[in-house]
């Protein structure tokens, strides 16, 4: 299975400042997604990060908040841009690899506070 | 759409006995991938076990195992002789066979081993 560095683990910022969190996987993926985990909630997929192109964002969420790159097969970073308060959640950066219906893999997630 | 329904927010049981997790789904696809995550405190989302849906035969992994009925669309995961370690988060998804490879996954299911 793929290592799947995201970087940071944990951040606590101030509101109106951006963040921005990378994600580095040791293998070629097929598709690479980044999800939203508000405190005791389920995950909500933000975007799936695209190679090259713009990220594909689900209702709800948008470039201006959320920018994202993907300049190869292995990197991309998510931004939170203008943080609130409600912007406190864990932010999962997650990978498929190999076949389309591969299951996903899960960096360690990185945990932000907005104060 | 598809969703993910979890009906028991928190479950416990004694360390070696045997505990099942529900979980039912609504789609109208025919062909389709479910899975079961665990996240531990630690946050990262571990894969448990996966069930393509064309296939009759449960899954099952060493000490866990699903009950995959299609028609009821029901998929409980059963985890025998629990650990102390199998304490965690327990998520259910879904995946559309054929499509944008995006997972639903359900709110969890706390689970407690207790010594």
């Known amino acids: 299975s793929a290592v799947i560095s995201q970087k940071p683990s944990r951040d606590i910022c101030q509101r109106g400042t951006s963040l921005t969190i990378q994600c580095q996987v040791d293998?070629?993926?097929?598709?690479m997604f980044w999800y939203r985990q508000q405190p005791g909630q389920s995950l909500t997929l933000i975007a799936t990060a695209n190679q090259g192109s713009e990220a594909t964002y689900e209702s709800g969420f948008v470039i201006d908040k959320f920018p994202i790159s993907r300049p190869n097969l292995t990197f991309s970073t998510l931004t939170v841009s203008n943080m609130s308060p409600e912007d406190s959640s864990i932010y999962l950066c997650?990978?498929?690899?190999?076949?389309?219906?591969?299951?996903?893999?899960f960096g360690n997630g990185t945990r932000l506070t907005v104060t | 759409a598809q969703t993910v329904t979890q009906s028991q927010p928190e479950m416990s049981v004694q360390e070696a006995e045997t505990v099942t997790l529900s979980c039912t789904y609504d789609?109208?696809?025919?062909?389709?991938?479910l899975f079961w995550y665990k996240q531990p405190p630690s946050r990262q989302m571990i894969l448990v076990i996966r069930?393509?849906?064309?296939?009759?035969q449960n899954a099952t992994e060493n000490r866990f195992s699903v009950n995959f009925q299609k028609a009821a669309k029901s998929f409980s995961l059963k985890i025998s002789d629990s650990q102390l370690g199998d304490t965690a988060m327990y998520f259910c998804?879904?995946?559309?066979?054929?499509?944008?490879?995006?997972?639903?996954f359900g709110t969890g299911t706390r689970l407690k081993v207790l010594a």
């Open positions: 998804a879904f995946m559309k066979a054929l499509g944008t490879y995006k997972y639903i």
């Open positions: 997650s990978v498929m690899i190999g076949s389309y219906n591969s299951p996903l893999h």
């Open positions: 789609t109208s696809e025919n062909n389709y991938y």
């Open positions: 069930q393509e849906a064309y296939k009759q």
């Open positions: 293998s070629q993926v097929t598709m």
